[in-house]
Structure formats: structure tokens, C-alpha cells
Nanobody, 126 residues
Framework: QVKMAESGGGLVAPGGSLRLSCSAS?????????????MHWYRQAPGKQREFVAS???????TYADSVKGRFTISRDDAQDMGYLQMNSLKLEDTAVYYC???????????????WGQGTLVTVSE
């Protein structure tokens, strides 16, 4: 119904930076995006459970996991229905598939849709 698509993953050396992007788009069923409410980034490392990384509310308030605080920055561009995760000072343990998730209000559906992307792989390696 609502498609979230991540991009920007790749291979980076420790200490490097990457910027992940997340786009939202509607469908014939949901209609166009009316508004993205809270937006989140999660990650799942090999052999581990998916974990919270960062959130940004509709008002712009941000929350971060302790493991990324001070290194990652979440942001959003509501005019473009986009979200971003700037990742600096990357560490080996940041290697994971990163997922975008958002509550999205659409033109045709009464309730917000809990939408997930397919993920983008970030590999931090020497």
C-alpha cells in the first residue's frame, strides 16, 4: 500500500561516513502520501535481532540508540516525503542491513499505514 525505499548503503572503511535515504510513495490502493508521521531507522546485523537506531517525530524531535548517539543524525524532508540517516565515524559493529519505517497517512486510507522498506546493506570493513 505504501512503499518505503532505502538507498545509500555500501562498503565503507572504519571512521568513514555514509548517508542513507528513505523515500515514501503511495499506491492506487492507498492514494498519494498525505503526511509522514514518525519516522524510524532500524538495523539488523548478521545473526542478531533487528534493533532500533533512531527516530524523528513529525515535529522534528529526535531519539537515538546509545550506540549511535553523537555519530548518527536523523533528518527528514516532508516536502519530498524523504528521510535521511547521516552516519559518521562508522565502526565495524555498525555493519547491518538498515531499514526505514514510518507511520504514513495517505489520501485514501483512514488509518495511518505502518510502512517498512526492504533495507539497504551497510558494511564497515577495513
Amino acid at each position: 500500500q505504501v512503499k518505503m525505499a532505502e538507498s545509500g548503503g555500501g562498503l565503507v572503511a572504519p571512521g568513514g561516513s555514509l548517508r542513507l535515504s528513505c523515500s515514501a510513495s503511495g499506491s492506487a490502493t492507498s492514494g498519494n502520501i498525505f503526511r509522514i508521521l514518525d519516522m524510524h531507522w532500524y538495523r539488523q546485523a548478521p545473526g542478531k535481532q533487528r534493533e532500533f537506531v533512531a527516530s524523528i517525530s513529525v515535529s522534528g524531535a529526535t531519539t537515538y540508540a546509545d550506540s549511535v548517539k553523537g555519530r548518527f543524525t536523523i533528518s527528514r524532508d516532508d516536502a519530498q516525503d524523504m528521510g535521511y540517516l547521516q552516519m559518521n565515524s562508522l565502526k565495524l559493529e555498525d555493519t547491518a542491513v538498515y531499514y526505514c519505517n514510518a507511520e504514513v497517512k495517505t489520501m485514501l486510507l483512514f488509518n495511518p499505514v505502518d510502512a517498512w522498506g526492504q533495507g539497504t546493506l551497510v558494511t564497515v570493513s577495513e
